[in-house]
């Protein structure tokens, strides 16, 4: 019993109830695969299975949050990859890429570097990538793009041809950190964002596996900002 609520004969405040835990997800099914608001995912393993066995969904209603992007997701392929026991979603639009495309088995190949680097990754990285909730690889953003309000991140398939798989991981976790400044309150864009996000990409290249040419093309980046902002502006 405190001084007040003795000197005025209150009980103390009992502490609210604890709020009930959150519904614990639904393990995996036999095969692996999970489901997410009514969604089927699976390994992204089993993306390159032989009897792949993703559904494909309608997403049409499944949107960014308004004046985020603009992507016109109708039917999508579901997978996911664990990173340090946390599921992140990969979303395929069917409209984009399909089964066994180069572009298909590239994505595949970018979910396995991801998850290979995952324990070597340093601790701002796993963060970043502990409030990403999916990468949704489409046409439409014309580039890559993080809606940093939903955790989700739009990885545009055209930019493939020029990736290596461990590029590709590495600007995952670079558009996670985009998301992570957000939530931490942080700016998010601009330069000073972008300098913050590839320097995370260069701390961990060794985890990642990248190339010495694609560190010295991110230190360029970072060396010049401005120029290579007006480079993407000017070749989308
Ligand atoms: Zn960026």
């Not at 699976?42 to 997403?59: H, M, Q, T, Y």
Request: with cysteine; net charge neutral.
């Amino acid at each position: 019993m405190s001084f007040f609520s003795r000197l005025f004969g209150r009980k103390p405040t009992p502490a609210p109830p604890a709020p009930p835990p959150p519904a614990a997800p639904a393990p995996p099914a036999a095969d692996g695969s999970i489901v997410v608001d009514g969604r089927s995912y699976c390994p992204f393993a089993a993306l390159i299975a032989p009897a792949f066995p993703g559904k494909v969904e309608d997403r049409s209603k499944f949107r960014p949050p308004a004046n985020e992007a603009d992507v016109d997701l109708k039917t999508t392929y579901g997978a996911y990859v664990n990173l340090g026991g946390r599921n992140v979603l990969i979303v395929i639009d069917k409209a984009a890429v399909l089964p066994r495309s180069k572009e298909w088995d590239f994505i595949h190949s970018a979910a396995k570097a991801l998850a290979a680097a995952y324990p070597a990754l340093d601790a701002q990285a796993k963060a970043a990538l502990g409030v990403l909730n999916a990468v949704i690889f489409a046409k439409s953003p014309k580039r890559s793009f993080a809606s940093v309000a939903g955790g989700w991140f739009f990885y545009d398939t055209d930019e493939f041809p020029n990736a290596t798989p461990a590029f590709a991981a590495s600007n995952i976790v670079h558009d996670a950190n985009h998301v992570w400044l957000h939530h931490n309150h942080k700016p998010h864009t601009g330069s000073d964002a972008e300098i913050v996000c590839w320097q995370l990409q260069v701390s961990n290249r060794t985890a990642l596996g990248l190339q010495p040419y694609e560190v010295t093309y991110l230190q360029g980046l970072i060396g010049n900002p401005d120029t290579s902002k007006k480079r993407m502006e000017e070749n989308p």
